[in-house]
């Protein structure tokens, strides 16, 4: 069984990230038209030929029926997101162990994942991807000049806030409830543009996926993201999260025929040959088609004291507030005030419920978000954050971040979802009994307020931000 390690654990030119780069130099030589090449593999993600940065005047691409079938298929706002990308993981690693061995490298080289949630420490690029060269000199095949400064600079990627996983691992569904994420996404089909994400496609692969890239970088944008070396160790991580996810209590993958069997992946395995694979193959690591484990293995987390009720009926979401206009957001921190009416819908018995110790929870939605060209990293979410005072000084308030991963694919309008752009969900439920409990939650009122944020090595360039508009803020009760 191959084991995947954490690259953040691994020493300055470990062997497996060596031979990494070796097995990479040799998918780049090899053209676009083989599905074992490094910009074909890249493709299967997204393709655009316009902002293609190895695209040579005259080249031959592959048959359009073929780019059609294979390239452009990622799943991104959906509940198909961690099935497919944990299959596009396998068919990629075993690609390039095959050239590992092929080297004379380990039979049983494993994709090494990055978790950089732990510390400050473990949020710096790993060395090995930052070196121009190799230890004999060679170019390294994992050094990519479009990524943050940060990132290549040796400093942390991103913040605490981007790499934060205690939001996604605490959602207790996998299913997307309407406005309310959960830990997998919306139940969808084909949904190749992002547009309404599940917790963990939220934070941190979204978030992390701009902390690296910053405002120009190949990471930050879906069609050129798989070309950096570090996407497969930062999806690996993603994956593995789902795993301990699943150890927890009560999380359980769905059910659904749909799910399991509706929609079929297809890619190329590591001699080049077409093959299809589905969600209900991919969900148990150690079955002999996957065949892997991550080191150290996930543990489950202790059961909360108590009765379980995680089997409830779901609540339906009821909106009590919206933005009267569409916000545009650029350099500055902005800010929006929401009228608040009291619940008359499904939210009205919650309320009466809350009273006799049930509880609501309250979630704060960012709709049809859209941008022409790529933002900053990330905004950081405050809720009433007091006139004048510094973010910094309030982070029991801020809700989350509003990454710009896929933001402007979403936003073009020949887009999957006509340009509509992306859309956001944060359970405030903490903020809100926080607030009211010192008796500062207005029930008529709320104030938003969006603080851009980025690394701060990186603040300097990404001051010169696009504009981000943001369809509507709204408030709902469950």
Known sequence: MRVRKNAADLVGWDPILLWYAKAVAVMKARPITDPTSWRYQGAIHGYNPASDPFRTPGETLPPQAQRTKFWDRCQHGSWFFLPWHRAYLLYFEKTVA??????????????????YTPSVAARTLPKAFRDRNLPDGAPNALFVQRRSPAANGGQPVGSAAAADTTSCLGKTRFINNGFVSQFGGPRTGFNHVGQVFGECESVPHNTMHGAIGGSGGWMNDPDLAALDPIFWLHHANIDRLWQVWLARPGRTNPTDAAWLTGLTFDFHDEAGNPTTIRAADVLNTAAPLLDYRYDPVA?????????????????????????????TLGPAAGHVQIALRPPTGPAAHASGAEAAGATRSVHLCLDNVTAASHPVESYEVYVNLPEGASPAAHSELM????????????????????????????????????????????????????VPHATEGDREEELQTAPVQVGRVSLYYA
């Open 98 to 115: 095959k050239a590992v061995s092929q080297l004379g490298g380990p039979a049983d080289w494993a994709l090494p994942y990055w978790n």
């Open 399 to 450: 809700a989350g971040l509003l990454p710009a991963f896929g933001m402007v694919k979403a936003s073009q309008p020949g887009s999957e979802h006509g340009g509509s752009g992306v859309s956001y969900s944060f359970d405030i439920t903490r903020i809100a009994r926080a607030l009211q409990s010192r008796n500062q939650w207005n029930p008529a009122t709320l104030r938003v307020s969006f």
């Open 299 to 327: 543990t489950p987390a202790p059961a909360p004291p108590g009765p379980q009720t995680m089997e409830h009926a779901e609540p339906i979401p009821e909106m009590v507030g919206a933005s009267p206009e569409r916000l």
